[in-house]
């Protein structure tokens, strides 16, 4: 870097560069742009949107003082609780056991395991990977977790206070919708799928304490990032991948390649993961010090930028730049008017099999796209006949309904409902849709109001700045 500061090419670039903004900036365009982003800054400061999500809550506080709060708590905590009243009442014993000993030695270990989970279910294809196993690390987990309570009260506690009371009421009216599902049977595997969900979510919460854990969990991220777009670069340059009319109109996009979907078997499944998870990359690689750790996160997000185009998923791209927006919005809104115009600069520059798929988006004739019309239509009448609990949990209860009840009439074959609103509603009721959507506000408000926090470290307003873009893509 010092050479490149005292290189002669930059010494002649530096005052080149510096003059070329400054007569910029004086510009008629450019006082046009600057007084504009000036305005956008000042609309979004001030705006109904910007107050909403930083203003103060009374929910958090009236659910740690709730009875159903304390109940939920006693039960979740009855474990480690009881590991810890029993080191208290036997210390002399508990210190001088060896077995003790390695047991709070395996607790320390419970965010590794947890990382070592997310890895896994990034890294591993999904051919060789048994959902099961990611059941049986998550609880294991979980149970590490507890491990940490023996010795040290309040280490291996699950924080439902933290977790909040809507993510609680929409995991219990999922579960429960399984039981009153039109087929127990289909819906039952589907119940082990939400268990996995909240163990992992819940030991996320209660067993990252410090910005060192936090660090690790989005270092593992990226790590498993990288994993599987290399592994998609490898399918798209080394082996190959032919376009498939299973994922693509091959009539209106006869130039388009095969779609990447690495370990996931699907491009939109992929696409899903890298729109979550590239905002974060993108934040820790700003707001770090580190240069190595800078690179590393730097390099996961231009690969799954790259990723990203390969899998054609105009879902993807759009919820991307909606996240961007998002981004934008809570950190920098004056920059708004300037990202749009960079955009439009750089759609010319785009490949023609891009552009064309994202045009075709608007010209009627895509049969991806049409197929929605029958999708919808479809759920519609399905939620309209059961609106308040739905047909079950999981998708295979609905698609069963849809087809052999009259409901679908394409050609196609019907996998889910293609958005993930209805496809809640659909299976566990409009009061399940409305605790997923009190779930995805709170964590949108804490994420924009950590981002704000000036007592947190750059680091974690960082973060918290990339998880309010990611949840763009639910």
């Not at 919005?329 to 750089?346: E, G, H, Q, S, T």
């Not at 064309?356 to 988006?361: E, M």
Request: aromatic share 12%.
């Amino acid at each position: 870097m010092e050479l490149l500061r005292n290189s002669l090419l930059l010494g002649w670039l530096a005052p080149l560069l510096r003059r070329a903004g400054e007569a910029a900036r004086r510009s008629l365009a450019g006082t046009l742009l600057l007084r504009l982003m000036a305005w956008v800054g000042r609309l979004c400061e001030h705006s109904l949107i910007h107050h909403l999500f930083l203003s103060e809550s009374r929910t958090e506080s009236l659910w740690r003082q709730s009875r159903t709060y304390k109940v939920l708590d006693a039960i979740a905590n009855c474990v480690p609780r009881a590991l810890h009243a029993l080191y208290a009442r036997f210390p002399d014993t508990m210190e001088e056991s060896h077995f003790v000993l390695l047991l709070r030695g395996l607790g320390r270990l419970a965010p590794y395991l947890f990382c070592l989970t997310v890895l896994a279910l990034l890294s591993v294809h999904h051919s060789v990977w048994n959902n099961l196993y990611s059941l049986i690390l998550s609880f294991a987990s979980l149970v590490l977790l507890w491990l940490r309570n023996i010795r040290r009260g309040g280490e291996g506690l699950l924080r439902l206070d933290v977790l909040g009371p809507w993510p609680l009421l929409f995991l219990f009216i999922s579960l429960a919708s399984a039981f009153w599902s039109l087929s127990m049977q289909l819906s039952s595997r589907f119940v082990y799928f939400s268990i996995t969900c909240a163990l992992l979510v819940i030991v996320c919460v209660s067993g990252m304490k410090n910005e060192k854990q936090f660090r690790l969990l989005t270092l593992t991220l990226a790590l498993g990032m990288i994993v599987a777009c290399v592994y998609g670069f490898y399918q798209v340059f080394v082996v190959g991948i032919p376009a498939s009319s299973s994922f693509t109109d091959l009539e209106l996009n006869a130039n388009m390649p095969g779609r990447v979907y690495s370990f996931f078997d699907n491009p939109n499944a992929f696409a899903n993961v890298l729109v979550f998870f590239t905002p974060v990359m993108l934040s820790m690689g700003i707001h770090l010090r580190e240069r190595s750790l800078k690179a590393v996160f730097f390099l996961a997000f231009l690969l799954a930028l790259a990723c990203m185009v390969m899998t054609y998923s105009r879902g993807a791209w759009l919820s991307f730049a909606l996240g961007l927006l998002v981004m934008l919005m809570a950190a920098r809104p004056r920059l708004i008017p300037l990202c749009l115009i960079l955009v439009f600069i750089a759609l010319p520059l785009l490949p023609s099999t891009i552009l064309n798929r994202f045009f075709t988006t608007f010209t009627g004739a895509d049969s991806s796209i049409n197929s929605r019309t029958y999708i919808y239509t479809a759920v519609y009448e399905m939620i309209c006949n059961h609106p308040l609990t739905g047909l079950g949990l999981g998708t295979s209860v609905v698609k069963e309904t849809a087809v052999y009840g009259g409901y679908y009439h394409a050609h196609f074959p019907y996998v889910h409902a293609h958005s993930i609103y209805m496809e809640i509603w659909v299976e566990s009721g409009i009061f399940a849709l409305g605790a997923f959507l009190l779930t995805l506000f709170t964590a949108l408000k804490k994420g924009v109001r950590s981002a704000r926090d000036r007592a947190a470290s750059p680091v974690l307003r960082g973060a918290a700045l990339g998880s309010v873009s990611s949840h763009n893509s639910a």
